[in-house]
């Protein structure tokens, strides 16, 4: 991949009549030319002086002051991902990956043969817990798992002989687990396939999404510490007063959480809307949760290596938890195939949504998934209650399944150059609690869209995403709803797909059971013409069905925050702008990506 960075000058060159930054010079001056957005200059008018902080006296009438996204990602991309020692033949004749320092456990080892159309299921897993025990001992300082080249068979009807499903704990030993950190899975590319024949069984037989992935990595815990004392302006600050710091340290990653139930707290993330008598869950409160890392604690001031992004109110109860999480866990070079071959259909059956389904990394921090296949699934990755971690060069491939990459309940990832050339029911998006996560060159087919699952997800970024706007692939049950509350972004989207004709509004807040996003930004949309409903278009609906709603008539405006409707702006992309703000200069090693 080689991303494209160079219309990042044009945003350098605001950066000048500025203080010069904390983190260092900032670069040369360019001739500011082309379609400077207006919103990025909000955005770089906000700052604070010496900061990539939002001052906290700044107001803005006209435009919004969009979210600093530029935290997101593997070590907030301060430095590149772990790059292990490649030889040609992909075979561990070193004992020790020499780029890492980790130990080389090569499945075949362990009983593991490619293509003797044989379960490697039970060798891999005995690999694993070998890797495992010798990072627990101390004896290794981390694992590479390396599958060389050729087909592993990696669920056959053998090993689902082996589960009783009327035994829960049967049914929880289908995934295979990785719970150490410093853990990298590493295939040799396209020439390494895992091949899932069977799907596995559900664990509840009320949920249809319950049916484990093939490879559960990481784990956690959490301990109550304390409760945040003080307000925070969201945007503004890395700090927060807290009780009970003495059982924290420098380094530790916290979760901050509260449950709001104080309608005017609630309100800042519904803007112009009001909480619809079916949002059963939203009614019941809002739950807003941050993960964080302490970089200095004096007394009870904790100092965070990235911003606070919502307002923090103490009289919403916001609790701290220390957050204990698996870090440093890979995924890289391997090729996942599924045997799905049904034609799709949403909620089907729990094989139809979730029956072959490869990877889930869960309680982690710092981890990563690169030069990733997944072909005939129904679900291909998710990131569960994950923090910093990075996701680059993956596409999902061949039978149509349900869902391809999500973020869920996680806090500062990014995903970088992903492709959906699936057409899966649901893209790459965010669901349930997500926020201050980034999708940066997303492809999907014109037959889907942009995947927002409800649950409360907020303020997250869609940057030069390509695909289509289609109505009905939004997940998220009516009591979830909305799809996203405040803060979401879509900067320089092209669209290659909508479900109505030209003369038609798109709606972001459907007259329907499902289809609502809070006000999203939406800037430099192009490639097919679209235009956007207005609120006062939605209010007509809405009115007719719960009058007592709103006092007043939502105004003729459109349904989002539009700027260069039609033409693409500058800059090309907001995340790498936002990270070049920060750092002075963009990485060497994020600019030089290649293929």
């Known amino acids: 991949m080689k991303l494209n960075v160079l219309p990042l000058a044009i945003g350098s060159a605001l950066m000048i009549s500025l203080p010069v930054m904390a983190y260092g010079d900032l670069p040369e001056a360019a001739a500011t030319t082309g379609n400077l957005s207006s919103i990025w200059q909000v955005w770089v008018d906000s700052r604070a002086a010496g900061s990539d902080l939002m001052a906290p006296d700044f107001t803005s009438n006209q435009q919004p002051v969009i979210s600093n996204f530029s935290y997101a990602g593997y070590h907030q991309n301060e430095r590149p991902l772990p790059t292990l020692s490649h030889p040609s ?124 992935r093939l490879f559960s990595l990481g784990e956690g815990r959490r301990e109550k510490v304390g409760t945040i004392t003080q307000p925070v302006t969201g945007g503004t600050s890395r700090q927060l007063q807290v009780t009970g710091t003495e059982r924290l340290k420098t380094g530790d990653w916290i979760e901050i959480f509260a449950k709001v139930t104080n309608s005017e707290h609630i309100q800042e ?7 619809e008598p079916g949002m059963t869950k939203l009614q019941q409160g809002l739950e807003l949760r941050e993960i964080h890392q302490i970089t200095a604690i004096n007394g009870h001031t904790l100092t965070l290596a990235a911003p606070v992004q919502v307002n923090i109110y103490p009289d919403d109860k916001w609790t701290v938890y220390r957050s204990d999480r698996t870090e440093e866990i890979g995924l890289e070079d391997l090729a996942f195939r599924g045997n799905w071959k049904e034609k799709f259909k949403h909620h089907k059956s729990a094989i139809h949504d979730s029956g072959w389904g490869f990877v889930e990394i869960r309680q982690s921090a710092n981890s990563w998934v690169k030069n990733v296949t997944f072909t005939d699934f129904n679900q291909g990755l998710l990131l569960t209650d994950t923090v910093n971690s990075t996701v680059m060069d993956i596409s999902f491939h061949g039978n149509p399944g349900h869902l391809s990459l999500q973020f869920l309940n996680s806090f500062n990832n990014l995903s970088m150059n992903v492709r959906d050339e699936a057409d899966t029911w649901h893209s790459p998006g965010f669901s349930h609690y997500s926020s201050s996560n980034v999708h940066l060159d997303t492809w999907h087919s014109g037959t889907t869209s942009p995947d927002l699952h409800a649950a409360q997800p907020r303020i997250n970024l869609f940057d030069r995403s390509q695909g289509g706007w289609i109505y009905g692939r939004w997940g998220g049950a009516t009591v979830n709803q909305p799809n996203h509350l405040a803060g979401l972004v879509f900067w320089n989207p092209e669209n290659t797909g909508v479900a ?74 907001l995340f790498l702008a936002q990270l070049e703000y920060r750092l002075g200069k963009l990485p060497e090693w994020l600019i030089s990506i290649e293929p």
Do not use: W
């Open 89 to 212: 033949n992909c075979s561990s004749a070193a004992t020790v990956d020499p780029a890492t320092g980790y130990t080389i456990f090569d499945v075949t080892e362990y009983g593991a043969v490619p293509n003797d159309g044989k379960s490697d299921k039970a060798a891999v897993r005995k690999a694993v817990q070998t890797a495992e025990k010798a990072i627990r001992q101390g004896t290794a300082k981390g694992a590479v798992l390396l599958f060389p080249a050729g087909r592993f068979r990696m669920n056959e009807p053998s090993d689902m002989a082996l589960i009783d499903p009327e035994s829960t704990e049967s049914l929880g030993s289908q995934s295979i687990r990785v719970t150490e950190g410093h853990f990298i899975l590493r295939g040799c590319g396209n020439k390494t396939e895992l091949y899932m024949d069977q799907p596995h069984l559900q664990t509840d037989p009320k949920k249809l999404y319950s049916i484990p």
């Open 269 to 275: 993330h519904m803007g112009p809307y009001r909480i």
């Open 500 to 573: 109505y004709t030209s003369d038609e509004p798109y709606e972001f807040m459907r007259p329907a059971k499902y289809g609502r996003m809070i006000m999203p930004v939406v800037v430099g949309i192009h490639g097919q013409k679209v235009h956007f409903a207005s609120q006062q278009d939605y209010y007509q609906y809405i009115n007719h069905k719960a009058p007592q709603l709103y006092k007043k008539p939502l105004p003729d405006e459109p349904q989002a925050y539009i700027e260069s409707n039609g033409q693409p702006v500058l800059p090309d992309s």
